[in-house]
């Protein structure tokens, strides 16, 4: 399974000039574009159908539903586009690889274009097939500082970035791999329902910016970028560093390991 992610890590790179009109460069980032507007336009639409139906969305079943729809259209989008581009639809997620090394700056820089042009085209067309309704976006609840949403944003956007490393970019994942794209996705649904009524827990920055410049409301936005870079900033640097064994390592524990019997 190719996760669109250098194999090495470990390293920073800016990456070599070519790789801005390499077609592997290209074709990734149409797939995040796609895949991120496939995610935001089932989460957003969520949110903008449960407005429809109910007033009053602060309920325990509304969060449970927006919850549930956000796991699934997660899962569902990093499983269309985990092959070609390692399936971030997420700017944060994308700054997590590339703080552990795992993705070039050139590359990030694309993929943080076409996911927030995703956001943006998905948010769009909710808007225009909903015959206007102005995307809600995200707010802080009563009583809730904006360092205190940074925080939370920062500490649920950590689990989804371990998450994330421990499953796509691992290079000892191993047979749990396949179930990608399901554990990403629950765990965004469950984060969904830990901080869903403290400030909307967006965790993605793009998924937060497509409705608020379709919806124009950008009170507290800046919150919706600082927390969610940090806390991938954090996994990627605990999981490239601390979890996964150096290469060396690695190699030296293999060596005193009995092989298995597909390894004959």
């Known amino acids: 399974m190719s996760t669109g992610v250098r194999p090495a890590g470990r390293r920073f790179t800016v990456g070599r000039s070519e790789d801005?009109?390499?077609?592997?460069?290209?074709?990734?980032?149409?797939?995040?574009?796609?895949?991120?507007?496939?995610?935001?336009?089932?989460?957003?639409?969520?949110?903008?159908?449960?407005?429809?139906?109910?007033?009053?969305?602060?309920?325990?079943?509304?969060?449970?539903?927006?919850?549930?729809?956000?796991?699934?259209?997660?899962?569902?989008?990093?499983?269309?586009?985990?092959?070609?581009?390692?399936?971030?639809?997420?700017?944060?997620?994308?700054?997590?690889?590339?703080?552990?090394?795992r993705v070039s700056l050139i590359r990030a820089v694309f993929y943080w274009v076409a996911q927030l042009l995703g956001a943006i085209a998905a948010t769009l067309l909710l808007r225009l097939a909903t015959g206007g309704a102005r995307p809600p976006g995200f707010a802080l609840a009563s009583g809730v500082g904006d360092w205190h949403a940074v925080l939370l944003?920062?500490?649920?956007?950590?689990?989804?970035?371990?998450?994330?490393?421990?499953?796509?970019?691992?290079?000892?994942?191993?047979?749990?791999?396949?179930?990608?794209?399901?554990?990403?996705?629950?765990?965004?649904?469950?984060?969904?329902?830990?901080?869903?009524?403290?400030?909307?827990?967006?965790?993605?920055?793009?998924r937060v910016f497509g409705p608020a410049l379709v919806g124009w409301r950008w009170r507290h936005h800046w919150v919706y970028w600082l927390g969610p870079f940090l806390g991938a900033g954090v996994a990627g640097i605990v999981y490239e560093y601390l979890v996964i064994p150096s290469a060396e390592a690695a190699a030296t524990h293999a060596h005193h390991q009995p092989l298995a019997p597909e390894d004959y």
């Open 153 to 206: 944003e920062a500490a649920m956007t950590f689990g989804l970035m371990y998450a994330y490393y421990a499953t796509v970019i691992d290079p000892k994942r191993g047979s749990v791999g396949t179930i990608a794209p399901l554990a990403v996705g629950f765990m965004l649904g469950a984060n969904v329902l830990a901080g869903g009524a403290f400030d909307g827990a967006g965790m993605n920055p793009a």
């Open 20 to 101: 801005a009109t390499h077609p592997d460069t290209i074709r990734a980032a149409i797939s995040e574009f796609l895949a991120t507007a496939i995610f935001v336009f089932a989460a957003e639409g969520s949110v903008l159908s449960l407005g429809k139906m109910y007033h009053d969305m602060s309920t325990a079943g509304g969060l449970v539903t927006v919850a549930l729809a956000h796991a699934l259209a997660l899962a569902a989008a990093v499983s269309v586009a985990v092959n070609i581009s390692g399936g971030h639809l997420n700017p944060a997620i994308t700054f997590g690889a590339l703080i552990g090394g």
